[in-house]
């Protein structure tokens, strides 16, 4: 772009800090704006993947973020008799590659600092329910503005989206999750995997390392059971996970001694990611299930694609046209295989549980269906057909 824009950013999670920072450093002014007095994350722990992590690389995070976080090799998920169902390598793709496994309050705390030292303007405490003629419009009426790119980064349930696209639909899965990150003292995760157990599709709990002390915990349960009048039943979650992996009892005694967050999700599906020059970013464009864990890796790229493409345009409608080229085959492919997945791993369909322990692990022996299978867990592909090939040191070369 030849000259600066005024952007206006809604929503201080991982995607409006991101492209904060990447905007105001090239020289773009940048106001974001944030419901919450103090910006703070929600959820437990998150897996990187190469994608996510050259962002960060490129943000002047990445030595941080490792030395926070935890190294994951791979993935693997197993019944609870034991039997595979995943069982994926980075090493796989590259011999140096790697996932990290990192708390979401350590990510944050990271971009929040980085945006700090930016030149973005951040205002706290102000909740925009709508846009008009170009400003941000709060509940009270109050105006901010005008601005030549309006930026919806407010999440799966997006206040703005809901304004500008009141006839859309975005379901909430039936499913989703308790999570909690607990201290490690017995190395359980010192294999550097993501672990899952599973029976069936109505039970699964899984350990994600986050710290080199540290796990993070999930437990899948029903929405109903998620809701917030009700009290979570910390005996019964207690007594059908160690059930179900014994090896996991000392993590998940100390998950129901801890502060459980609730998780649900929203399948967000958009016919467009922009109105105008207002445009959706992270999950208020793409949100899915966690079951790929692909959330704040997408919301990161979301941030590197909009900036370079607006640093390469030569004006705003170029950028926006060349931004949805960038992203939608990526994104595309990774809302589908996460829908299509969920109901194999969470869902009240048996039939599908034996389908997915019956056939999922041979699959990796199938030529081409593991690599294909690494890739996507990598967030490197673009499609069924293309994937993206990590460079000579085993990292996402950004484009």
């Not at 179900?244 to 599906?269: D, F, K």
């Not at 030569?314 to 295989?337: D, F, H, K, M, P």
Request: proline share 6%; glycine share 10%.
């Amino acid at each position: 772009m030849t000259r600066p824009l005024e952007v206006g950013v809604v929503g201080c999670g991982v995607a409006g800090q991101a492209l904060s920072v990447l905007l105001a450093e090239a020289g773009h002014r940048v106001t974001l704006f944030e419901r919450f007095a103090e910006p703070r994350p929600v959820g437990a722990g998150l897996l990187l993947q190469p994608t996510g992590l050259a962002v960060l690389e490129a943000l002047g995070l990445g030595a941080e973020a490792r030395a926070r976080g935890a190294r994951v090799v791979g993935l693997e998920a197993r019944t609870s008799g034991g039997r595979r169902v995943l069982d994926l390598r980075y090493a796989d793709l590259h011999p140096e590659a790697f996932g990290l496994g990192l708390r979401r309050t350590d990510l944050f705390d990271l971009l929040f600092a980085r945006l700090r030292r930016s030149r973005a303007q951040v205002i706290t405490g102000r909740e925009m329910a709508g846009v008009e003629r170009m400003q941000l419009v709060e509940p009270d009426g109050k105006r901010h503005g005008p601005f030549e790119l309006i930026v919806a980064a407010d999440g799966t349930n997006s206040v703005l989206r809901g304004a500008l696209m009141p006839s859309l639909k975005i379901p909430l899965y039936r499913w989703g999750c308790l999570w909690a990150t607990v201290p490690d003292p017995e190395g359980l995760g010192a294999s550097g995997l993501l672990q899952q157990r599973v029976r069936g599709t109505t039970h699964m709990l899984g350990l994600l390392p986050v710290a080199p002390d540290r796990l993070t915990l999930f437990w899948s349960l029903p929405v109903q059971a998620l809701a917030r009048e009700r009290a979570i039943d910390l005996a019964s979650f207690r007594r059908e996970a160690t059930a179900l992996w014994p090896q996991a009892a000392p993590a998940i005694e100390r998950a129901t001694q801890s502060e459980l967050a609730r998780a649900t999700y929203r399948h967000v599906s958009l016919p467009r990611w922009n109105a105008g020059p207002v445009i959706f970013l992270g999950d208020a464009a793409h949100g899915t299930s966690p079951q790929l864990g692909q959330g704040a890796n997408l919301a990161l790229m979301d941030a590197w694609a909009l900036a370079r493409s607006i640093e390469e345009s030569g004006n705003l409608l170029t950028a926006l046209i060349a931004y949805e080229r960038r992203r939608a085959s990526t994104i595309r492919y990774y809302q589908r295989v996460s829908h299509l997945l969920t109901p194999f791993f969470q869902s009240r369909k048996a039939p599908l549980g034996w389908l997915r322990d019956a056939f999922l692990g041979a699959a990796h022996e199938v030529p081409g269906v593991r690599g294909l299978m690494t890739s996507t867990l990598a967030g490197t592909r673009r499609g069924w057909f293309a994937s993206v090939p990590l460079d000579a040191a085993g990292r996402y070369p950004l484009s």
